[in-house]
């Protein structure tokens, strides 16, 4: 009875933990829609920056004023030798994110970001020449055909915006894999990420966002009406962003790899299905279809990935049992295969 009611409790806190995820990453790339669309302030590197500011001090009150997570910490050296790459991936990260947003609809840049996936596998196998089995492959295939089909029939197409949402998904790529390999024996949790790599991020953006964006910010604000309440929205979507990676922590220690995976692919149908009642951006069938491809593939390509994961564990536990070298260090449990900052933070 009593180990029932614990598995209730863990079921009601999973959900509840998946549901405040979704509720903060679906308003964060609303309201960045929002203020590029309806608010007319299309500067998303200025954006980018309010974000960086409002994550960095979420981070410090939370860890120094709250203490609501220990800090972990890091050597002076290690900061600019290791966190400061992560951080500079993570800045180009966030602001393709801003960019595509600007040019491309919410339901269009959502099924690009999935692309993520597969881009992280081209990379390790090219770079860090890593092997993975043909499973892996396979399940990349319906999620590269449903991203043509969605790319092929797209209505609101601007390239602009469909290559900044995909070098955005390069840029994710490149920050999981150095973050298995630069933060090798560093437990970092998500805000303790953020807490290091968000001021970075500020001091790296702050300047190409006043020399590129700062006349047209200025005169924006002379010739807007109401821009106290849009600067309240501006803020809020920075609050909220880092509100998010607050969120993602605590999905990541409430759920499993595969329910994250799941969740994740629902969260996005979600988006896009509000993202639409909201901007009402046209969409075809055969988009809807191409996008419904993705997200099948992305949840097939986490369930392999658990498979896999669990597979190698089995067989690493059997003494004499030879084991294929990594590189960088392959995840050990799976609230290690989710990357450090998630890749739906970089849809901010």
């Known amino acids: 009875m009593e180990e029932s009611k614990m598995g209730s409790e863990g079921t009601f806190r999973a959900i509840l933990a998946i549901l405040q995820w979704w509720g903060f990453n679906v308003t964060v790339i609303i309201m960045n829609k929002w203020i590029f669309q309806k608010l007319d302030f299309k500067f998303p590197l200025t954006v980018s920056c309010v974000h960086f500011i409002c994550s960095s001090i979420g981070a410090y009150v939370v860890?120094?004023?709250?203490?609501?997570?220990?800090?972990?910490?890091?050597?002076?050296?290690?900061?600019?030798?290791?966190?400061?790459?992560?951080?500079?991936?993570?800045?180009?990260?966030?602001?393709?994110?801003?960019?595509?947003?600007?040019?491309?609809?919410?339901?269009?840049?959502?099924?690009?970001?999935s692309f993520t996936p597969a881009t992280t596998v081209v990379l390790q196998w090219l770079v860090w020449r890593k092997y993975f089995e043909w499973r892996i492959w396979a399940s990349l295939v319906p999620i590269v055909g449903g991203i043509l089909l969605t790319s092929i029939t797209e209505l609101s197409f601007n390239l602009f915006g469909f290559c900044a949402a995909l070098f955005g998904c390069l840029a994710t790529s490149t920050k999981?894999?150095?973050?298995?390999?630069?933060?090798?024996?560093?437990?970092?949790?998500?805000?303790?990420?953020?807490?290091?790599?968000?001021?970075?991020?500020?001091?790296?953006?702050a300047v190409p966002a006043v020399l590129l964006e700062g006349n047209g910010v200025t005169n924006w604000f002379y010739t807007y009406d109401s821009v106290f309440s849009s600067l309240f929205i501006i803020f809020s979507s920075g609050v909220l962003a880092f509100c998010l990676n607050f969120s993602i922590f605590y999905v990541i220690h409430s759920t499993t790899a595969v329910t994250f995976n799941v969740a994740g692919n629902l969260k996005v149908a979600v988006a896009i299905?509000?993202?639409?009642?909201?901007?009402?951006?046209?969409?075809?069938?055969?988009?809807?279809?191409?996008?419904?491809?993705?997200?099948?593939?992305?949840?097939?390509?986490?369930?392999?990935?658990?498979?896999?994961?669990?597979?190698?564990?089995?067989?690493?536990?059997?003494?004499?049992t030879p084991r294929t070298p990594r590189t960088p260090r392959t995840p050990r449990s799976p609230a290690e295969m989710i990357p450090l900052v998630s890749d739906k933070l970089e849809k901010v």
């Open 176 to 205: 999981t894999i150095l973050a298995e390999s630069l933060l090798h024996g560093y437990k970092f949790d998500s805000i303790n990420t953020v807490y290091y790599m968000a001021p970075f991020a500020t001091m790296i953006l």
């Open 63 to 113: 860890i120094k004023v709250l203490k609501l997570k220990p800090l972990i910490e890091v050597d002076p050296e290690d900061r600019w030798r290791r966190i400061f790459p992560m951080s500079f991936v993570f800045c180009i990260n966030i602001v393709l994110g801003n960019v595509s947003l600007r040019y491309i609809p919410v339901s269009f840049m959502q099924t690009i970001k």
């Open 273 to 320: 299905l509000v993202s639409w009642l909201i901007f009402r951006n046209p969409i075809s069938g055969m988009n809807a279809i191409g996008c419904t491809v993705t997200l099948v593939g992305c949840t097939f390509y986490g369930y392999v990935r658990h498979l896999l994961s669990q597979q190698s564990s089995s067989s690493s536990s059997v003494p004499g």
